[in-house]
């Protein structure tokens, strides 16, 4: 079965600092792997996907993720941190395309000022 | 619609009583899913639909809870006999087959009293 984790339930980082919030899945099969972004009193959308190819996935607000097979890692950083950025992230896994999403339990994201 | 309408928005019940929530894809979508969403648990999948495919039932958490999709679009999730453990928000979300991302709705809060 699929599983995700996301290191870290609670990460706060300073206005102009690197971002970077981790997960490990685990899955049977090479994964879909996906980045979802919940803004305060928003619904969640998709930031950034990772399917096949290259390995290092470019998503909306500058933010990147890149795959790592060896350590069944998709981490999702961005380089300077905005105060717009606080949100709740989602990392999600899928066997295909057509198989069941699952998402791991989240990582709220605090900006300093 | 242009986005996957779910309602109520809000429902308070009583411990004891049955509740339906109603999702609305986005037409043309052929994938629909339900997933909770409770304070600090992240997304829990509860059940998936895939074109006329049975079902994915697996994460729905008891006998209680129950779901279908009516002529491939709209979807009903009914939980009876209503807990307080089952207060939560309830989110729907759709996909094209083959596509990501999901859409999700903006969910119904379901509290029990």
């Known amino acids: 079965a699929q599983s995700v984790t996301q290191l870290g339930s609670h990460v706060s980082v300073s206005e102009g600092a690197l971002v970077l919030l981790r997960c490990n899945y685990s899955?049977?099969?090479?994964?879909?792997l996906f980045w979802y972004v919940q803004y305060p009193n928003q619904g969640l959308q998709l930031l950034l996907k990772y399917t096949t190819g290259a390995t290092l996935v470019k998503g909306i607000n500058g933010f990147e993720a890149e795959f790592k097979k060896s350590e069944t890692s998709f981490h999702l950083t961005k380089p300077s941190a905005h105060m717009s950025d606080a949100a709740e992230y989602f990392c999600?896994?899928?066997?295909?395309?057509?198989?069941?999403?699952?998402f791991g339990p989240g990582t709220s994201l605090s900006v300093i000022p | 619609g242009a986005g996957v309408s779910q309602s109520p928005s809000n429902k308070v019940t009583e411990k004891g009583k049955d509740v339906e929530l109603r999702c609305d894809p986005i037409s043309g979508h052929t994938a629909l899913y339900w997933y909770r969403q409770s304070l600090g648990q992240g997304l829990e999948f509860l059940i998936y639909?895939?074109?006329?495919?049975?079902?994915?039932k697996s994460g729905l958490p008891s006998d209680r809870f129950s779901a279908e999709r009516t002529g491939g679009s709209v979807s009903t999730l009914t939980i009876q006999r209503t807990q307080q453990e089952d207060s939560a928000v309830y989110l729907c979300?759709?996909?094209?087959?083959?596509?990501?991302?999901?859409?999700f709705g903006n969910g119904t809060r379901l509290t029990v009293t």
């Open positions: 639909f895939q074109g006329n495919s049975a079902p994915d």
């Open positions: 999600a896994v899928s066997k295909t395309s057509y198989d069941k999403v699952i």
């Open positions: 979300a759709s996909l094209i087959r083959g596509q990501s991302p999901l859409h």
């Open positions: 899955s049977s099969v090479p994964p879909y």
